[in-house]
């Protein structure tokens, strides 16, 4: 059980262009998500929190027109990377936080991450 | 959020426990400790978490000192899989948020 995927697991694009990464709990529903992003050598950066139909809270320093974060479902949540140039690119991982009341509500689970590489 | 000290790498040999230590002098009442690896080039695998007693799963033990400022995380037969950098956060109330930190690089030796 708590399995938390990501799509794609790697992507490459060319400055300029836009990059939707998704992340989805498999088998729970998650009412927050949070997104990392991890450089090389480096530990992982918390970027945002996402709560299911609200407004992500974006850490300080992150681009919240940069990085638009969309919890539609409690199952899904994705993160656009928009006019990405090669300075964005990295390692960017998801987790899930269970609902109230399930075994899940105190542990937050990974998905693989997403390895972007802007040209 | 409190912060977590950890020693920057371990060696552990094949077969024996590895021990990690985590010291968090900082930590609330209301905040858990946990523990998460990091294998490289994938995403951080829970391992195991607690507040105040000793907790066991089929991965590791936990070992919470009873003023909670410091744990163990022990892996009782290390394999060369265990190789991975081990993160021990402190996290709890509103928020939820896990911070990380640079955590410790477990090397088990064949």
């Known amino acids: 059980g708590a399995v938390v995927s990501q799509h794609p697991s790697w992507v490459i694009c060319k400055s300029g262009t836009s990059v939707k990464i998704e992340c989805r709990s498999l088998?729970?529903?998650?009412?927050?998500m949070f997104w990392y992003r991890q450089f090389p050598k480096q530990s992982l950066m918390l970027m945002a929190t996402?709560?299911?139909?609200?407004?992500?809270?974006?850490e300080q320093g992150v681009e919240k027109d940069k990085f638009l974060i969309n919890h539609a479902s409690l199952t899904l949540s994705t993160l656009t990377v928009t006019s990405a140039h090669p300075e964005d690119s990295s390692f960017y991982i998801c987790?899930?936080?269970?609902?109230?009341?399930?075994?899940?509500?105190?542990?937050?689970?990974f998905g693989p991450g997403t390895r972007l590489l802007v040209l | 959020d409190a912060k977590t000290t950890q020693p920057t790498s371990m060696d552990c040999a094949e077969g024996r426990a590895a021990n990690l230590p985590c010291n968090h002098s900082?930590?609330?009442?209301?905040?858990?400790v946990y523990w998460y690896r990091q294998i490289h080039s994938q995403g951080p695998q829970y391992i195991i978490h607690?507040?105040?007693n000793n907790e066991t799963n089929e991965m590791a033990s936990l070992i919470i000192t009873e003023d909670r400022k410091s744990s163990t995380l022990i892996l009782p037969h290390a394999t060369l899989r265990d190789t991975a950098v081990y993160y021990c956060?402190?996290?709890?109330?509103?928020?939820?948020?896990?911070?990380f930190g640079t955590g410790t690089l477990l090397a088990v030796q064949p």
């Open positions: 987790s899930a936080y269970g609902t109230s009341g399930s075994w899940y509500q105190e542990t937050q689970y």
């Open positions: 088998d729970f529903q998650a009412t927050t």
């Open positions: 996402s709560n299911e139909g609200s407004k992500a809270t974006y």
């Open positions: 900082t930590i609330s009442g209301n905040e858990y």
């Open positions: 607690g507040l105040k």
């Open positions: 956060i402190v996290a709890g109330g509103a928020t939820n948020k896990l911070i």
